[in-house]
């Protein structure tokens, strides 16, 4: 029911080009192009929505996307869900852009924060490699959750940030990610794009995503 005709323009560069883009995140985002902050997900943590974006830059567009899975139970990871007073969460990003850009394996994915572990022993690191993948196991307390947190770079979003250490983004389904109606209502307009993270859906809980367009 929106008129995305109307929506307003967020003017990046003054001699760019007019792109709009589609975006769904479980369960936060930040979006910022060449450098700058051009949209944040209106409804932070429940219910969850689809979003629309138009700005203006000029290419190659350097897309820069911080994702969270929020939390109730703050620095371990968890949250009250179907009477789970610990439940891990989940998460799950899909964009779509008018520049041709869509999310898939060709972004990178660096994950920051990976919450909650029973053992921090099962996460990985090599090089600039984090990977969660290996943990499937959930604490019931918080006296036996454990976390992992590496600093944020200052300048993570900036258009001449080196990200090319950064492993690729996992692809996953769907069904994985389990969407609401706010997403499979208005699936056509996320044609050809997959929903992606970090190694781990449900543990890695802050995960920073950058791409180069054309």
């Not at 000029?58 to 939390?71: G, H, M, N, S, T």
């Not at 520049?99 to 920051?112: I, L, M, P, R």
Request: hydrophobic residues 35%; proline residues 5%; aromatic residues 16%.
């Amino acid at each position: 029911m929106a008129d995305t005709s109307n929506a307003p323009v967020i003017v990046v560069d003054n001699d760019g080009e007019i792109i709009s883009g589609f975006l769904y995140g479980d369960n936060y985002f930040e979006l910022y192009v060449n450098g700058k902050l051009v949209g944040v997900d209106p409804v932070p943590y429940t219910p969850f929505n689809s979003s629309f974006v138009k700005f203006k830059a000029k290419r190659p567009i350097k897309y820069a996307i911080k994702l969270i899975d929020w939390e109730e139970n703050l620095g371990i990871g968890s949250e009250l869900n179907g009477g789970n007073s610990f439940y891990p969460g989940d998460g799950g990003f899909v964009a779509k852009f008018s520049d041709g850009t869509v999310t898939n394996e060709n972004w990178k994915a660096q994950t920051f924060y990976i919450a909650p572990l029973s053992n921090v022993n099962c996460v990985t690191e090599t090089g600039g490699i984090r990977n969660s993948s290996g943990c499937n196991t959930y604490p019931t307390s918080a006296n036996a959750s454990y976390a992992l947190h590496w600093t944020i770079p200052g300048d993570w979003y900036a258009a001449g940030y080196n990200f090319n250490a950064w492993p690729s983004a996992n692809i996953f389904t769907s069904t994985q990610v389990g969407p609401k109606v706010s997403f499979t209502n208005f699936s056509s307009q996320f044609s050809g794009a997959q929903f992606i993270w970090s190694s781990n859906l449900i543990l890695d809980n802050i995960v920073l995503l950058r791409f180069d367009g054309n």
